[in-house]
């Protein structure tokens, strides 16, 4: 029986990864365009709008050489998929 997984991009970690490469988050959020409070926001745990998080990704991938399929996740939720008659 497949089970389908919920996930969530854990953006703390995220911040975390460019920060541990010597990014400020100011600098993160002069990337972005963005206060440094709502960098502040995202790692705390609030979710970056669609833009932005989706500029938040690349600049991870740029700062840490690493492919899209390695970003942060979190699984938020699992459910079993049936088949059948």
Do not use: C
């Amino acid at each position: 029986m497949p089970v389908i997984a919920t996930i969530k991009t854990d953006w703390f970690r995220v911040i975390s990864d460019i920060n541990r490469q010597g990014i400020s988050l100011k600098e993160i959020a002069r990337e972005l365009d963005v206060s440094k409070s709502a960098v502040i926001g995202w790692r705390a745990g609030a979710e970056p709008g669609h833009g932005k998080g989706e500029a938040l990704s690349e600049f991870w991938q740029h700062v840490t050489q690493r492919p899209r399929d390695d970003l942060p996740v979190n699984v938020t939720g699992k459910r079993f998929v049936y088949f059948g008659k």
